[in-house]
């Protein structure tokens, strides 16, 4: 099939990319690492952290874990948000030739056992604030190797003792929890783990390209959370596109090594996990946002220094402007708005746009796929409504329910293959017979439809379809028109069962102003959509139900939450 969006790539963009000029991810990171020794990593809470100190103490870390005669291959879980100890700890389980799994560290102690018993985890590092959660699950795990981290524990010596201290006593933020010893199982501090493998060897680890990096589980939304298999070939391949795509707009700030990146999303997540990456790969560095939700924290970071790229989900990029202090902040050196995780709303991107000057620029992925699958240009000035083009060495390919390729213009599942697709789900060979076409392509579950430009606009999740009288009515259609409505914050959609319809169309929506109407929204339905698209109930909420990343979670509306 000829590959019609390379014709709409910007001058510089290659074409494809090469994850052969890596043995591994790790020597992507070491490269890395060794080049930019003296530059700046990470700064969280004000205290900064060069790449010197991320590469000494990630081996430290996997000279330990190597220590407790893990076998190759073993899966170390992460539970930590977004402090340095992340990265450290991601770097130091690939180096010893390990495997990472990420686990949200909001969990519940249900969805917690879950994926400790599905990935077969027999490490983890998690932060104390969420110890009590694995406390109540240890003992039906295979983990025999526990290090808890406390929030200060890599911010200095005394500012990191007062954020631990103040952390623990004054806004009581970690319960109280014991984790058995028993079987043999070893609980260690952080910083005692640290200390212990400073004054040990690492081994060489006999990674490859086809060896498993990252198990990343999914959001769980059809069900349990399964394990993308995602090998350093995937990784390393998905860290190119995204180096390659952003070429353009980088660019103009000379030496990427002196960007800062914005780190809101949590790095246990494929999308900002990718955003790390590339963020290494650059030598650049990252404001890691440990608390996003604290708008009023989140503008006053901001404020400190000038920041190049930040990536957000619709919902995040909406709370943000709804802080007065934002407007007053200088978006000189924002070159890139990242939009993911969920559609982009026309609404919010005309608003941001407004306020930064900077183009909202969507993409669309997976954890399935390392992240980006596709994205929009960069250098693009305005709202497109679609998830843009195929990055380097992907195709996208419009099936059928058989797997036959449909026409251009045509509406079909969404199916991509690429040197960053996973090679399946974790010990799930029946999921992986469903997820794959005959001819390699991954079955996405959305269904969406390629332009003459190569552009796929998302019609919606093939399970979030809703059939009113026989017509298909897609709800992000409906929530893209309905987000331009004078007054509304933002909104979601359902189909609900009815008797005469089959479904009917049911829009719940959060004000912007209060004095907004059903009327008035029925008033601009009528105007913007046709009749069968427009909602038959519409219920004003202070807010709506969404996942750990912003992305909101029409299931639970549709179950009555």
């Known amino acids: 099939m000829e590959k019609i969006w390379l014709k709409s790539y910007p001058e510089g963009v290659p074409h494809t990319i090469d994850p052969e000029q890596f043995r591994s991810l790790n020597q992507l990171l070491e490269t890395s690492f060794r080049a930019n020794a003296r530059k700046p990593f990470s700064v969280c809470m004000d205290q900064w952290m060069t790449y010197a100190e991320v590469d000494e103490l990630s081996v430290a870390m996997a000279a330990w874990l190597q220590s407790k005669g893990l076998e190759p291959g073993a899966r170390v879980a992460l539970m930590l948000p977004n402090v340095p100890q992340f990265a450290v700890t991601m770097?130091?389980?690939?180096?010893?030739?390990?495997?990472?799994?990420?686990?949200?560290?909001?969990?519940?102690?249900?969805?917690?056992?879950?994926?400790?018993?599905?990935?077969?985890?027999?490490?983890?590092?998690?932060?104390?604030?969420?110890?009590?959660?694995?406390?109540?699950?240890?003992?039906?795990?295979?983990?025999k190797h526990v290090v808890v981290a406390s929030m200060g524990d890599l911010?200095?010596?005394?500012?990191?003792?007062?954020?631990?201290?103040?952390?623990?006593?004054?806004?009581?933020?970690?319960?109280?929890?014991?984790?058995?010893?028993?079987?043999?199982?070893?609980?260690?501090?952080?910083?005692?783990?640290?200390?212990?493998g400073a004054g040990m060897t690492l081994k060489p680890a006999a990674v490859t390209l086809?060896?498993?990096?990252?198990?990343?589980?999914?959001?769980?939304?059809?069900?349990?959370?399964?394990?993308?298999?995602?090998?350093?070939?995937?990784?390393?391949?998905?860290?190119?596109?995204?180096?390659?795509?952003?070429?353009?707009?980088?660019?103009?700030?000379?030496?990427?090594?002196?960007?800062?990146?914005?780190?809101a999303l949590p790095l246990y997540h494929i999308f900002a996990l990718g955003?790390?990456?590339?963020?290494?790969?650059?030598?650049?560095?990252?404001?890691?946002?440990?608390?996003?939700?604290?708008?009023?924290?989140?503008?006053?970071?901001?404020?400190?220094?000038?920041?190049?790229?930040?990536?957000?989900?619709?919902?995040?990029?909406?709370?943000?402007?709804?802080?007065?202090?934002?407007?007053?902040?200088?978006?000189?050196?924002?070159?890139?708005?990242?939009?993911?995780?969920?559609?982009?709303?026309?609404?919010?991107?005309?608003?941001?746009?407004?306020?930064?000057?900077?183009?909202?620029?969507?993409?669309?992925?997976m954890?399935?796929?390392?992240?980006?699958?596709?994205?929009?240009?960069?250098?693009?000035?305005?709202?497109?409504?679609?998830?843009?083009?195929?990055?380097?060495?992907?195709?996208?390919?419009?099936?059928?329910?058989?797997?036959?390729?449909?026409?251009?213009?045509?509406?079909?599942?969404i199916c991509i293959k690429g040197p960053n697709v996973m090679t399946g789900y974790y010990l799930q060979p029946e999921e992986n017979a469903k997820a794959f076409t005959a001819d390699g392509f991954m079955r996405t579950g959305d269904v969406g439809i390629m332009d003459e430009r190569g552009y796929t606009r998302i019609v919606d999740r093939i399970k979030d379809m809703i059939l009113v009288s026989g017509f298909n009515v897609f709800p992000s259609e409906l929530e893209n028109v309905i987000s331009t409505c004078k007054g509304v914050l933002e909104c979601a959609v359902i189909g609900i069962p009815d008797e005469k319809q089959g479904e009917a169309i049911k829009v719940y929506i959060v004000r912007s102003d209060p004095t907004l109407a059903e009327s008035d929204v029925q008033d601009f339905c009528e105007e913007n959509l046709t009749g069968y698209k427009r909602p038959k109930y519409i219920e004003f909420r202070d807010d709506l139900p969404k996942s750990n990343v912003g992305k909101i979670l029409r299931r639970e509306l549709r179950s009555g939450k």
């Open 210 to 263: 086809d060896s498993v990096a990252f198990l990343q589980y999914t959001g769980g939304t059809t069900g349990l959370s399964k394990g993308a298999v995602l090998t350093h070939r995937n990784v390393v391949s998905a860290v190119l596109q995204a180096e390659a795509w952003f070429t353009p707009a980088v660019q103009r700030v000379g030496d990427v090594s002196k960007m800062n990146l914005i780190a």
């Open 155 to 196: 911010l200095g010596f005394w500012y990191g003792r007062w954020i631990t201290f103040a952390v623990r006593h004054l806004a009581r933020m970690v319960p109280a929890f014991e984790l058995p010893l028993t079987n043999g199982r070893t609980v260690t501090t952080f910083k005692h783990c640290i200390a212990e």
């Open 367 to 413: 954890s399935e796929t390392c992240a980006m699958g596709t994205n929009n240009l960069v250098t693009t000035s305005t709202f497109t409504g679609t998830i843009g083009l195929p990055l380097p060495s992907i195709d996208i390919a419009i099936k059928d329910a058989e797997g036959n390729s449909l026409l251009q213009g045509q509406s079909g599942e």
């Open 275 to 365: 955003l790390c990456l590339l963020s290494v790969r650059w030598g650049a560095h990252m404001t890691l946002i440990p608390n996003p939700r604290d708008f009023g924290k989140f503008v006053e970071t901001l404020k400190k220094r000038p920041f190049h790229m930040l990536p957000a989900v619709n919902t995040l990029f909406n709370a943000l402007l709804q802080q007065p202090q934002f407007k007053t902040l200088d978006f000189s050196t924002l070159y890139v708005s990242q939009a993911g995780g969920m559609a982009a709303s026309e609404g919010t991107a005309k608003k941001w746009m407004s306020t930064t000057g900077c183009p909202m620029v969507e993409g669309w992925g």
């Open 91 to 143: 770097a130091g389980v690939l180096r010893a030739g390990y495997t990472c799994v990420n686990v949200n560290p909001l969990y519940t102690a249900r969805e917690l056992e879950h994926q400790l018993k599905d990935s077969g985890a027999t490490a983890i590092v998690i932060l104390e604030n969420f110890a009590h959660t694995l406390q109540d699950v240890t003992e039906r795990t295979a983990i």
